[in-house]
């Protein structure tokens, strides 16, 4: 496959401080990005009691937009909003390699309780190994299904591996302050995980009443990147009537 991406606005033509100290500037001459990716797949049905799919993908990117250092009016650092700011700006970074896999597992344990699970592995650098800001730590999901002909519950966990300094692209660096703190000081994103339950049930013909509880340990944590921090143990409920 092939595919291209064109500057936006906010690539081109707009001025901000992503972190303190820090300024992005417009960059004129930015021009689009081409992709070309390749990807393959496999999957194997056990007997009809389990199945397994793997899928791996390798995209290379040319003219990569990614920020970097820059000049602005032949300054590497300007005064903005009152502070010294070093000037950044979105370029084309040459080229970049982003690649993956994906494993997905079902499993029929019983007649009416299913095992899935799925894990996603992400690796991106662009020229000279420097990691690319949205390659995510590897991330997947575990659940236990049980159904009949009235209710349905779904016992399933999330979670999300670490992302160590080292393993931090440049641009994330720079926001500490979204970031943990490691033994030397260093920004990086711990790993989590989440224990939630989800569950529906159909009374009689006209009614249905679904509930569930999301993050039942009541654990404290931050998506990747995201900078803040997931809703602690919440409880939903729902009545849907059938006219």
């Not at 936006?8 to 901000?16: E, R, S």
């Not at 797949?41 to 990569?64: M, P, Q, R, W």
């Not at 250092?69 to 040459?94: C, P, R």
């Not at 190994?129 to 159904?147: A, C, N």
């Amino acid at each position: 496959a092939t595919g291209f991406r064109a500057p936006n606005l906010d690539d081109a033509g707009k001025v901000f401080d992503s972190a303190p100290g820090v300024v992005v500037v417009p960059n004129p001459d930015l021009k689009p990005e081409y992709i070309y990716s390749a990807d393959a797949g496999i999957s194997k049905d056990f007997c009809e009691l389990v199945l397994i799919e793997l899928s791996a993908y390798y995209s290379h990117l040319t003219n990569a937009m990614i920020r970097h250092n820059f000049l602005f009016n032949g300054e590497d650092s300007i005064m903005y909003q009152g502070e010294l700011s070093k000037v950044e700006a979105i370029t084309n970074s040459g080229s970049a390699k982003v690649y993956g896999l994906n494993v997905d597992l079902q499993a029929n344990i019983l007649d009416n309780l299913r095992f899935k699970s799925s894990v996603n592995v992400t690796e991106g650098f662009e020229k000279g190994g420097i990691p690319l800001r949205h390659s995510t730590p590897v991330f997947g999901s575990i659940h236990f299904i049980y159904h009949n002909n009235k209710a349905e519950a779904d016992l399933y966990s999330v979670f999300n591996g670490p992302k160590k300094y080292e393993q931090m692209a440049p641009s994330e660096i720079e926001k500490p302050y979204m970031y943990a703190s490691d033994e030397n000081g260093n920004p990086w994103s711990p790993g989590w995980i989440t224990l939630n339950l989800k569950a529906s049930c159909e009374i009689g013909s006209f009614l249905v009443i679904s509930g569930g509880v999301e993050n039942i340990l009541d654990l404290r944590y931050r998506p990747y990147s995201s900078g803040i921090a997931a809703s602690g143990r919440n409880f939903i409920i729902s009545l849907r009537i059938k006219i």
